[in-house]
């Protein structure tokens, strides 16, 4: 057997729901509207961290509306290594988890697993909380030294862990336990607020988080360790204030919907003049991308129980751009949205400003015909009528995206590659298109 089928084989034991013969190529053929009801899953960016929370406590933790995507079996399959029992079940609102972590084994982490997913850090908070110790590869499984997570490392040293790399595995200890701390993140770290709030909620003693993220998914893992017991304030502010210490008992919480999709979603109706209905779509957790997006176009309303999205009468229209952190425009819409401007009548400028190498889709996109031109963090993007089919590749999970988004709209047909960065932030986008109108189709063996 393949490496890669045992890693599957792991996947499917851990999250039985998860299929691995989907197909390692996508071929869309465009210029079909997509119309109809799609339905907005579980938030990945939120799914993800509550999962890691349920290694705080050793009583039954239930999730519901959980994403069925990749990142969600992989982490399964961690937690299942150390320790976790997990229990699954589907329902009508998407897939539930009651996860068990009575005992824990902090040992347990494969190198593998972890170099799949950079969520994975997530586990070195929790594990030093609950255990007193942590060994874990680092995420993406490159010996980079800890400048990728240096603000995690920060904080958690402040509380009280001694932290050293050692041939590419961070080795965390606390053996006092840790304790509380005043912290102030350089820059609001959406990865670094998790982490640390994780540790702090069985921290001895009170912790600041000082300039922490403010994104949804935060406040969701804040009201699930609320829900658990844990004493927090400031949710939704710049300014975190845990008073740790407390065993936390169990919970059920259900996981807010994925803006991220929602997004991309109403960029693709858009895109390929359709009309969306989007169940659990929120506009109010897009921030500053709903009047961007309407200045573009992308005409969403809300109706009962989801949102409508489609393109606005005049059309497309290039606007400008810049990411930033909740509520600002999101580094995770930029790579959609790039697909969906590259539609639009006349010039935009789109500046990204969270992470130094996120416009791998730019060259991938210019195959499919677009025009745009990188200058440093901005990339100028002028409007063509059309794209045309090619053969891409998809570099990160949000490019995967904006590769569909792009294929849907092309003459002739795209051939995606590298469908692992799809699955990883999407529960089955190409079924759910399909139900919408898309002319599409996995194949290649397993994915």
Not at 50 to 73: E, K, Q, S, Y
Not at 213 to 235: K, V
Not at 288 to 312: K, M
Request: glycine share 14%.
């Amino acid at each position: 057997m393949l490496m890669g089928e045992a890693m599957t084989s792991t996947f499917v034991m851990a999250a039985p729901w998860w299929r691995s013969d989907i197909g390692r190529l996508l071929t869309i053929r465009g210029g079909k509207p997509l119309v109809g009801r799609y339905p907005i899953s579980g938030a990945k960016n939120a799914a993800l961290p509550l999962m890691v929370a349920a290694l705080l406590t050793p009583h039954l933790v239930t999730l519901r509306n959980l994403p069925g995507n990749l990142d969600v079996a992989v982490l399964a399959s961690l937690l299942q290594r150390l320790g976790c029992e997990m229990h699954w079940s589907a329902t009508e609102s998407g897939l539930a988890v009651t996860i068990a972590a009575a005992r824990v084994r902090p040992a347990g982490i494969d190198r593998d697993l972890v170099s799949r997913m950079r969520a994975s850090v997530l586990l070195l908070g929790a594990l030093l909380a609950r255990c007193g110790e942590a060994n874990l590869p680092l995420p993406g499984g490159d010996a980079i030294g800890l400048r990728g997570i240096d603000f995690h490392v920060t904080g958690l040293r402040a509380m009280g862990a001694t932290i050293t790399l050692d041939g590419g595995t961070i080795r965390a200890t606390a053996a006092h336990g840790l304790h509380g701390a005043d912290i102030l993140l350089p820059q609001p770290s959406v990865g670094a607020t998790e982490n640390l709030l994780l540790a702090a909620v069985l921290a001895t003693g009170k912790t600041t988080i000082g300039n922490a993220a403010r994104e949804p998914e935060i406040g969701d893992l804040g009201a699930c360790l609320t829900a658990m017991g844990a004493r927090i304030t400031g949710i939704g502010s710049h300014t975190l204030t845990i008073d740790g210490g407390l065993a936390l008992a169990g919970a059920v919480h259900t996981v807010l919907p994925d803006r991220i999709e929602f997004g991309t979603l109403a960029c693709a109706a858009a895109a390929t003049d359709g009309e969306l209905v989007l169940p659990n779509g929120r506009i109010d957790l897009l921030g500053a991308a709903a009047p961007l997006f309407d200045a573009a176009g992308v005409a969403i309303r809300e109706v009962d129980g989801g949102v409508i999205a489609r393109r606005a009468g005049d059309g497309l229209r290039g606007i400008d751009v810049t990411t930033g952190p909740y509520p600002e425009f999101a580094t995770d819409l930029q790579a959609p949205t790039m697909a969906l401007l590259a539609l639009a009548v006349g010039a935009s400028a789109i500046t990204e400003t969270v992470f130094e190498q996120r416009f791998g889709h730019v060259d991938e996109l210019r195959k499919m015909g677009a025009n745009i031109s990188v200058r440093g963090r901005t990339a100028l993007v002028r409007g063509v009528p059309r794209l045309h089919g090619a053969s891409v590749t998809c570099t990160d999970v949000r490019a995967a995206a904006a590769l569909v988004i792009a294929g849907l709209n092309a003459s002739g047909e795209t051939i995606l590659g590298g469908l692992d960065h799809l699955d990883r932030g999407y529960d089955r986008m190409a079924e759910k298109l399909a139900a919408v109108g898309a002319d599409l189709v996995r194949s290649g063996g397993n994915g």
